[in-house]
């Protein structure tokens, strides 16, 4: 495994969990994702981003291919969103 070209070992990983649905829109994920590395934090996990079911419960998806609308930008083209969260996504690498 690495980080930015640099191999690190299990041991170096220190992991947040990141609740989706209290990160609030993609527009501030870089934000909040770089005050959790300026921390220490060099490796995340992201709660299920798809729209929840009727319990609420981060694991019990509605619909597995539909992201969240409080997500997503308002704007989203018809990717539903999965084009901004792969731009988020390659800026953590």
């Not at 041991?11 to 990141?18: A, N, R, V």
Request: charged share 20%.
């Amino acid at each position: 495994m690495s980080i930015n070209g640099k191999r690190i070992t299990s041991k170096q990983l220190i992991m947040q969990t990141l609740l989706s649905r209290c990160m609030g829109p993609i527009e501030r994920w870089d934000d909040l994702i770089k005050q959790e590395t300026a921390v220490g934090y060099n490796c995340f996990h992201i709660t299920p981003l798809q729209t929840l079911g009727e319990s609420g419960s981060l694991y019990a998806i509605r619909d597995q291919l539909q992201i969240a609308s409080s997500t997503v930008k308002k704007n989203t083209t018809n990717d539903n969103g999965y084009g901004d969260i792969a731009t988020i996504i390659k800026g953590l690498e």
